[in-house]
């Protein structure tokens, strides 16, 4: 009876070990060239998406620069005519340069614009000779023109360009006119 059960058990384990065998035989795994063309299509599909995303990434510094530069320009213009706009008078010693006549209530009598490099700088000065406090306003400006308008007392037109192209232009009158 003994000889019977482990006949039995051999028997079974047979065929259980021939079923796995066949489960094995179906399913073997990849060949050395599949595993490289897989390998070859990953690494290409990687490359095109790495590609679009440093071309995004470009196209975004981009966009934020134009901007700065931008709201740069539109920061400058915004002071630049509230200045002029409530000075005593205006001097324009260059197409570059301005001189403001400060309003009475400040510590000093004259404020001058001009630029330097690629900024817009300011300064202020008791008479003229001594400027003092040569602090940058904007950045990223190429060109700065101050020219009187004919035929209008008193006003200036102000055209900022910055060093992506980007104009701005602006008449300013001046309120207060006293010397």
Not at 34 to 59: D, K, M, P, R, T
Not at 70 to 91: F, H, K, P
Not at 140 to 159: D, M, R, W
Request: with cysteine; glycine share 8%.
């Amino acid at each position: 009876m003994v000889r019977e059960v482990c006949a039995g058990a051999a028997a079974f384990l047979d065929v259980k070990a021939r079923r796995l065998g066949r489960v094995l035989r179906c399913c073997r795994g990849f060949t050395l060239v599949e595993v490289l063309v897989a390998a070859v299509l990953l690494s290409l599909i990687l490359g095109v998406a790495y590609f679009f995303a440093g071309s995004v990434n470009l196209q975004w510094k981009k966009g934020d620069f134009e901007n700065e530069v931008q709201q740069n320009l539109q920061l400058a213009m915004d002071r630049l005519t509230r200045e002029i706009r409530y000075s005593r008078g205006t001097e324009v010693i260059a197409p570059g340069e301005l001189i403001l006549k400060a309003p009475e209530n400040m510590d000093y009598r004259y404020v001058k614009y001009y630029l330097y490099g690629q900024e817009l700088k300011r300064t202020t000065s008791q008479d003229k000779v001594g400027w003092w406090g040569h602090n940058p306003v904007a950045t990223h400006i190429s060109a700065v023109n101050f020219a009187p308008v004919s035929g209008f007392p008193a006003t200036l037109e102000v055209t900022l360009v910055g060093t992506n192209g980007y104009t701005l232009t602006s008449r300013v009158t001046v309120r207060v006119l006293r010397g």
